[in-house]
């Protein structure tokens, strides 16, 4: 019988509440809970009926029956409790932004390597099945054409041909929206440079994500520009990005006024609308010539948090990773690093060498 994986949550705060309840709706049981203020653990525990508490949450990182470690405290927090994880043979989820910089990314992938285990980011983007299925789409038709073979490789076509939904062709230009209004409140962690806070890690790394999936290669040509909040953190920033297909991106973010969260990809023969990423479970593909849409629907926005669960379990028992798209964190890793250079926006105690 396959085993049943046993997971552990580090923290207690919005995420961690949402990850106890997608694993209830999978049908499974948190194993563990541990939490810096203890008494918010217990509470946690009861709720979730979770079998174990730790007095000291490190006990966690050691605990033989633990399996797999999802890490939700803040940004700045990551790669440390990441560390002890890895060095302790445990597989780790961890969510967005997965740590820092890409030196700490680096580490930490190394690390994984060294002790067999797995290391992902718990990011939204790569599970949610209406992406798998709109990545599917642009690359069955982005030649312009479906291939008449096309079948054997995207299992959907035929509904999609049924539905007139055109090859789109290669994608051309990228735009996406990402506003959210905070307050400038220390006490949380959203312009709090201490707990690495600011829009690029926080929203950014969801609307690069997006970027990253649907380009060919990785960008290599990033021209940006930024406004800071009074804390010293990134509260607005507008990003342009190409790669060497000359495939380009817009970005608009901020984190003190509110925008739609809107990804539109154009593509030589149309264009797909996304409203509402990163939980997404509709798209709207527009042809261009004869201005028709098509409606697409995939999956459940409410189950967000199950299918990064999900993935992450497939990969924990069969050790195929491709889901869990390493390489595109890496990427989005890399230009968020690159970016926060040329701002000089360096968190406290930050290394980038
Ligand atoms: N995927 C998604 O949709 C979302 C992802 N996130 C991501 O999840 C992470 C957490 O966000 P969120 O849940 O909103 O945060 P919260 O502020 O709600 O919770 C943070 C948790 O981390 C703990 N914590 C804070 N600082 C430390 C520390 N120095 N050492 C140990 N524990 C610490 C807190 O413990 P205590 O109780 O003691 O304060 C609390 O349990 C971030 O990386 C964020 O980007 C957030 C929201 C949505
Ligand atoms: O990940 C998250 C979901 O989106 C929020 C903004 O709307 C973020 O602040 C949060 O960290």
Redesign the pocket.
């Known amino acids: 019988m396959e085993k049943n994986l046993n997971w552990a949550v580090?923290?207690?705060?919005?995420?961690?509440n949402?990850m106890a309840q997608a694993l209830k709706a999978m049908g499974k049981t948190l194993y563990a809970v541990g939490?810096?203020?203890h008494e918010?653990a217990v509470t946690f525990a009861e709720k979730y009926q979770v079998a174990k508490v730790y007095d000291d949450?490190h006990e966690m990182f050691t605990d033989p029956d633990v399996d797999v470690i999802y890490i939700?405290?803040?940004?700045n927090?990551?790669i440390g409790f990441v560390r002890e994880a890895l060095k302790n043979k445990k597989h780790v989820l961890c969510?967005?932004?997965i740590t820092l910089n890409s030196l700490e990314l680096e580490e930490a992938l190394a690390l994984a390597k060294e002790n067999d285990v797995i290391f992902a980011e718990?990011m939204?983007i790569w599970h949610m099945p209406l992406y798998k299925k709109l990545w599917e789409l642009i690359d069955a038709g982005k030649t312009g054409t479906y291939a008449s073979n096309a079948n054997e490789e995207h299992e959907e076509i035929a509904d999609w041909l049924a539905d007139g939904v055109p090859a789109l062709g290669k994608v051309q230009m990228i735009q996406l929206n990402f506003g959210s209004y905070k307050e400038y409140n220390m006490k949380?962690?959203f312009f709090n440079m201490d707990?690495a806070g600011g829009a690029l890690?926080?929203i950014g790394v969801y609307a690069l994500s997006i970027a990253r999936s649907f380009m060919e290669s990785k960008p290599d040509q990033v021209l940006s520009q930024v406004k800071f909040a009074p804390t010293g953190a990134d509260e607005q920033a507008g990003i342009l990005l190409m790669n060497k297909e000359a495939q380009m991106a817009t970005l608009a973010l901020s984190l003190h006024s509110k925008q739609p969260k809107r990804a539109v990809i154009s593509c030589e023969n149309g264009y797909i609308e996304i409203m509402e990423y990163?939980?997404a479970d509709q798209a709207v593909i527009v042809e261009a010539e004869s201005g028709v849409h098509h409606t697409v629907n995939a999956g459940e926005a409410k189950k967000?948090l199950q299918y990064e669960m999900e993935d992450m379990e497939q990969a924990i028992k069969t050790g195929d990773v491709h889901k869990l798209k390493i390489s595109d964190t890496k990427d989005v890793m890399d230009i968020m690093t690159d970016l926060r250079k040329k701002w000089n926006m360096k968190y406290p105690g930050e290394r980038w060498e």
């Open positions: 580090l923290g207690t705060g919005v995420i961690a949402e939490n810096r203020t918010k949450f939700t405290t803040p940004h927090t990551h969510e967005k932004s718990a939204t949380n962690r707990l890690l926080d990163p939980r967000a």
